[in-house]
């Protein structure tokens, strides 16, 4: 699974680390990877996006992500059951 770190964050820390560069204010790769892994992780939630099948004759609604059905023919902003955004566009 993907990491992902708050770039305002990093930058913010990498200015105020920028200071204590010298002359050419060159840095190695290693330093530069190591700086960068060492940020805290954002808080951060992955996004699934879906659509709603609509099943008028048994007046059903089902989630192309889960593919759970919902009792009655509604067309909810989320899955209820998987959290899937139903703003899937569907060609």
């Known amino acids: 699974m993907a990491k992902y770190i708050n770039l305002d964050d990093m930058l913010e820390q990498f200015d105020k680390r920028a200071s204590n560069l010298v002359e050419d204010r060159r840095v190695s790769v290693e330093v530069m990877r190591e700086f960068?892994?060492?940020?805290?992780?954002?808080?951060?939630?992955?996004?699934?996006?879906?659509?709603w099948i609509c099943k008028p004759d048994c007046g059903v609604t089902e989630c192309s992500h889960c593919h759970r059905s919902i009792e009655e023919y509604v067309e909810y902003p989320y899955c209820p059951y998987c959290g899937a955004e139903m703003s899937e566009v569907i060609e």
């Open 36 to 51: 960068i892994c060492n940020r805290p992780k954002a808080n951060v939630k992955e996004i699934i996006y879906a659509h």
